[in-house]
């Protein structure tokens, strides 16, 4: 074997062995990724979560739901997917357990979710959803300590603005945790949901895998973009977790 084909063979074999580290390094590096979306998610492969569907606010039908809210839950399953847990679809008013056993996503108000009024009750009593339920469509205001987040419908100059409440209790360490989305709206929840999908990696890194957190979110022109254009308002984990001071009695 002549100098010059030993030299050429030595090249092929250094380059597969690159390409071979390269590729196991890329591999161990995407695992690690995908270990600490699952801890931060509560979504060990092959465990299962609860995805707790809310009804349709303005609908007679208590199993009716909002296409927009249906929307989310496709998109919520495909993150389980991708984790490779298992989703159990429940209705709101169905669930009998309490929190950690399961990993779980919670869609909707505390009007249309009984679930998720439980949770804000118990778990960040300085949230409150107020406003006029009398309508065809409720109107709800979001306050959250002393801070009032207020719905503009569609019909406003502006295009409107709906508020989102995005949060994630974790009450024990070793549970699994507990995600909130309680929008005004179906559209605000949907918009809420993207976020998470999008922005789970940099929430895991700021919160860690045993954090609590509360965020408000605010959903521009949602009549001209839908669920697309979200900005981060406020992050409201000291406020949410503090209790609300009883109203003082009349006189």
Known sequence: MTDSLLNVLLGLVASAISAGLGWL???????RRLERVRSFLGLPAGTECLLVVNRHASSSSGR???????????????????????ADLVAHDD???GLGHKAEFCLGGPTSNDRTAAHLT?????????????????????????????????SAPSGGQAFVLLARLHPTPGSRPAFL?????????????????AHHRKLARRYGADGTF??????????????DVVELVADVTSQALERRPEAAPAP
């Open 95 to 97: 669930v009998r357990q």
């Open 25 to 31: 390094g890329q591999t161990a590096r995407r695992r």
């Open 122 to 154: 118990s778990w960040l009593p300085g949230v409150a959803f107020t406003g006029d339920m009398s309508g065809s469509v409720p109107v709800l205001t979001l306050t959250v300590g002393g801070e009032t987040y207020r719905y503009e419908h569609e």
């Open 64 to 86: 009716s739901v909002s296409r927009n809210d249906v929307f989310a839950l496709m998109e919520l399953a495909a993150l389980v997917k991708e984790c490779g847990a298992l």
């Open 214 to 227: 509360a965020l408000v979110l605010k959903v521009v022109n949602p009549g001209a973009y839908g669920p």
């Open 181 to 197: 989305i309680a929008g005004q709206t179906a559209v605000s929840n949907h918009a809420a949901v993207r976020h998470l999908v």
